[in-house]
């Protein structure tokens, strides 16, 4: 099983900060098959990124995937009230599909 | 718009059984892979199985493998998860999620979730 640890397990930021996620997998994820998901507390996640760095529809350009191979980062270049929630990684290039253990990004 | 609507969900003693459901319109759901994820309370997300279209592959993950079984009718535009002897350890928030892809599959639009307790 492919096993992701995501770092830092919380991250405390301002509005208006520049913010970066880790994603670190155990073995290479084929054909970037990663994504990243957001989920604010009582809600579903929502997917933002796939591909490692393809935003999904309607997800705003200050949300940015990038890496590859083992090492993924999620940016968000300029902090939303409305972006303080948990980031979640996936790898979908293996099964089983396994999430990392979450990103909580909390103010400052 | 895509809408996934899960029901079924509720208190059950371990070893017992349910069923959970996934309503799904505004999409062709013949067309799609269909996956269940779970949360336990305070917890992180875990894959639980997925169901390609046409129903011909199913995958689960290790620790369901042999008790939760997943199964759909496209004509019904539904999604199921049956479990049978249940554990407490699962006890969450089951999502319902469509995949984009045939199996190797990331979610693009989630149900709300719905909850199962198992607890004697």
């Known amino acids: 099983d492919i096993v992701l640890t995501q770092s830092p397990g919380t991250l405390s930021l301002s509005p208006g900060e520049r913010a970066s996620l880790s994603c670190r997998a155990s073995?290479?994820?084929?054909?970037?098959?990663l994504a990243w998901y957001q989920q604010k507390p009582g809600q579903a996640p929502r997917l933002l990124i796939y591909?490692?760095?393809n935003r999904a529809t309607g997800i705003p350009d200050r949300f940015s995937g990038s890496g590859s191979g083992t090492d993924f980062t999620l940016t968000i270049s300029r902090l939303e009230p409305e972006d303080f929630a948990l980031y979640y990684c996936?790898?979908?290039?293996?099964?089983?599909?396994?999430f990392g253990g979450g990103t909580k990004v909390d103010i400052k | 718009e895509v809408q996934l609507e899960e029901s079924g969900g509720g208190l059950v003693k371990p070893g017992g059984s349910l069923r959970v459901s996934c309503a799904a319109s505004?999409?062709?759901?013949?067309?799609?892979?269909m996956s269940w994820v779970r949360q336990a309370p305070g917890k992180g997300l875990e894959w639980v199985a997925l169901i390609t279209n046409n129903g011909n592959f199913k995958f689960y993950a290790q620790s369901v493998r042999g008790r939760f079984t997943i199964s759909r009718d496209n004509a019904k535009t539904s999604l199921y998860l049956q479990m049978d002897n249940l554990r407490v350890e699962d006890s969450a928030v089951y999502y319902c999620?469509?995949?984009?892809?045939?199996?190797?599959?990331?979610?693009?639009?989630w149900g709300q979730g719905i909850l199962v307790t198992v607890s004697s």
């Open positions: 073995l290479n994820i084929n054909d970037n098959y």
């Open positions: 505004g999409f062709t759901f013949s067309d799609y892979t």
């Open positions: 996936q790898q979908y290039s293996s099964s089983p599909l396994t």
């Open positions: 999620a469509r995949g984009e892809g045939i199996l190797r599959v990331f979610n693009d639009y």
């Open positions: 591909g490692a760095s």
